[in-house]
Antibody
Framework: QVQLQESGPGLVKPSETLSLTCAVSGYSISSGYYWGWIRQPPGKGLEWIGS???????YYNPSLKSRVTISVDTSKNQFSLRLSSVTAADTAVYYC???????????WGQGTLVTVSS | QSALTQPPSVSGSPGQSVTISCTGTSSDVGSYNRVSWYQQPPGTAPKLMIY???NRPSGVPDRFSGSKSGNTASLTISGLQAEDEADYYCSLYTSSSTFDVVFGGGTKLTVL
């Protein structure tokens, strides 16, 4: 069974960089699929942040592209998100997920709340 | 980015059927069959219910079905059950000029 688990600081200061990692078990990232990040501000809807293919190709939401970096570490079977220059508007539950080439997200992590506050 | 429009809320009684719409344009929903639907009960991660407009993953009850007409995709839940009460989101992948994934604003389903 494929499982994903997000980890990282729950509190980040404004203007700093948010960093999260998604550990994958039950499937080898290097075997295929795309691996993505989605976020959900409290009480609001879902927003795709970006994705990485197992080969390392990356795809970002145009509205966040200037601040986002997604990377993969196949040796640790995990992938990571970095979001720079955060503000209170970046406060959200951040999910990692696996998706197909037609971008349906079949497996999700449980999510982790990141609060941006001084 | 495209915008997908969903009704903020729908409701129905147990045993009834409800349909949730997801409206885009001829350039997105009307042009691509990469529409998926997610169910999100409060405090939980989203769960895939429908992919590529009409396909149901294994384990999803056949009470859930998807369709598309023109620029609008729809999720229909028949034989409504109390456990179906949740937020539902549609999603679309477009690759016309750039890789992009858009979610609808979400619909709150209340089982009366």
């Amino acid at each position: 069974q494929v499982q994903l688990q997000e980890s990282g600081p729950g509190l980040v200061k404004p203007s700093e960089t948010l960093s999260l990692t998604c550990a994958v078990s039950g499937y080898s990232i290097s075997s295929g699929y795309y691996w993505g990040w989605i976020r959900q501000p409290p009480g609001k809807g879902l927003e795709w942040i970006g994705s990485i293919y197992h080969s390392g190709s990356t795809y970002y939401n145009p509205s966040l592209k200037s601040r986002v970096t997604i990377s993969v570490d196949t040796s640790k079977n995990q992938f990571s998100l970095r979001l720079s220059s955060v503000t209170a508007a970046d406060t959200a539950v951040y999910y990692c997920a696996r998706h197909s080439a037609s971008c349906y997200f079949g497996y999700w992590g449980q999510g982790t709340l990141v609060t941006v506050s001084s | 980015q495209s915008a997908l429009t969903q009704p903020p809320s729908v409701s129905g009684s147990p045993g009834q059927s409800v349909t949730i719409s997801c409206t885009g344009t001829s350039s997105d929903v009307g042009s691509y069959n990469r529409v998926s639907w997610y169910q999100q009960p409060p405090g939980t991660a989203p769960k895939l219910m429908i992919y590529e407009v009409t396909n149901r993953p294994s384990g999803v009850p056949d009470r859930f079905s998807g369709s598309k007409s023109g620029n609008t995709a729809s999720l229909t839940i028949s034989g409504l059950q109390a456990e179906d009460e949740a937020d539902y989101y549609c999603s679309l992948y477009t690759s016309s000029s750039t890789f992009d994934v858009v979610f609808g604003g979400g619909t709150k389903l209340t089982v009366l």
